[in-house]
């Protein structure tokens, strides 16, 4: 359903595009008298100027420049959404099951939207709500970070085999190539910088006891498998400030939220299963 759905918003998407490009190359070039801030009527419905508006609103919100040129093209893409409309009921589509869900679907997306965006303008993030979480952030990603390579091997047999390799002179980058990380293999194992909270706790206390530029002389297991580590260097720890984070904070701290609203919902709900 979600591809066929999919399908149609492209399909419908194109059919306006291609409509508004006839209606542009039809129109005259003194387009001066047009009034698309006024009531349009198409067969005898009205285009209100509170519908151009909530479109002008919209595309305004994605960066948009309210202007007439603006408006036109939203005025042409109303009139022939109100055209296809028509078009729809004219040759009874909503006389079929498939479409009336589909047509509930969309109401009950629309009605859920406007239900989510009154709770976010009831409930703003405060900002000391996000400051809070920037603190707690940098905590838990502590004042050092490390850059680590690992291999990460199947068996503890395996991972002395490698460790001894590497104390004959053999490279890390190329023992590698052995590791069970997909992530990190073709990249001689390296996992750039990250805290020590980023790994599983044996990983992470093996890590920063090493001394920059020495493996670990006996392999560590996590619930992953084996691995051998090698410590490649340590920083102060790079966090950015609170101002370029602030958004991508209130945006979390907003979806726990609604999760939280949603969760309410659900437990006063009576959902049983038919």
């Not at 085999?161 to 890390?172: D, N, T, V």
């Amino acid at each position: 359903m979600k591809f066929r759905n999919l399908m149609l918003a492209a399909s419908l998407a194109l059919a306006l595009d291609t409509g508004h490009a006839l209606a542009q190359a039809n129109k005259p070039a003194d387009d001066s008298k047009t009034t698309p801030n006024k009531p349009v009527t198409v067969n005898g419905k009205v285009i209100s100027k509170a519908k151009m508006d909530m479109v002008v609103k919209q595309r305004v919100a994605q960066g948009q420049p309210d202007n007439d040129q603006l408006r036109r093209s939203l005025l042409e893409i109303l009139v022939n959404q109100e055209l296809l409309s028509q078009e729809a009921e004219r040759r009874g589509l909503l006389k079929s099951s498939d479409n009336q869900i589909q047509v509930e679907l969309a109401r009950q997306s629309a009605l859920a939207n406007l239900v989510i965006d009154d709770f976010v303008r009831a409930n703003p993030v405060k900002e000391t709500a996000a400051r809070a979480e920037y603190d707690k952030i940098r905590e838990q990603r502590g004042t050092r970070e490390y850059r680590a390579r690992h291999i990460l091997v199947e068996t503890e047999a395996t991972a002395k085999q490698i460790i001894e390799k590497l104390q004959k002179g053999e490279k890390f980058e190329d023992l590698a190539k052995e590791s069970k990380d997909p992530g990190s293999k073709e990249r001689g194992g390296d996992l750039d910088w990250a805290a020590p909270t980023n790994f599983v706790k044996p990983f992470s206390d093996a890590m920063i006891k090493l001394e920059k530029g020495k493996f670990t002389d006996a392999p560590v297991q996590s619930q992953f498998g084996w691995h051998v580590i090698r410590l490649d260097d340590t920083r102060g720890t790079q966090f950015p400030p609170f101002d370029q984070v602030k958004p991508q904070l209130v945006n979390g701290l907003q979806q726990q939220e609604i999760q939280k609203f949603l969760a309410e919902l659900r437990s006063k709900a009576k959902i049983e299963t038919q």
